[in-house]
């Protein structure tokens, strides 16, 4: 939780979330609405007492944090092919007009050891 309030007020103020969630405090500057949010969200997800559940839980979200930045390197690669690269890594493969890098392709989160 150490940087969910800074990351929800950046995002209300660029419209990405409604602006009401990072809405200030008016004497503080703190985003109190989205700090009560996570609050009762934490509190909510501790009640069950299930550490199995909490840790699927935070290995979806990894997965799904990865997920989502292979995907926007893919993206970012079809959208702007000419763009300089500072750094190109090997093994990239060329798909229409853009290489893509394959660790962005296949990267995947290696399973829990439960499988």
């Known amino acids: 939780m150490l940087g969910l309030s800074r990351l929800a007020y950046s995002l209300a103020t660029n419209r990405q979330i409604p602006s009401a969630v990072g809405r200030l405090h008016p004497t503080r500057s703190t985003p109190y609405v989205v700090i009560i949010i996570a609050a009762l969200l934490a509190a909510a997800l501790v009640i069950p007492e299930d550490l199995d559940f909490l840790v699927g839980i935070y290995a979806f979200g990894a997965t799904l944090a990865f997920t989502i930045a292979h995907l926007s390197v893919i993206k970012s690669r079809f959208a702007e092919p000419d763009r300089r690269r500072p ?25 829990s050891p439960r499988g």
């Open 87 to 111: 750094y190109r890594m090997g093994g990239n493969v060329k798909v229409g007009n853009a290489l893509l890098p394959m660790p962005a392709v296949v990267g995947r989160s290696s399973r």
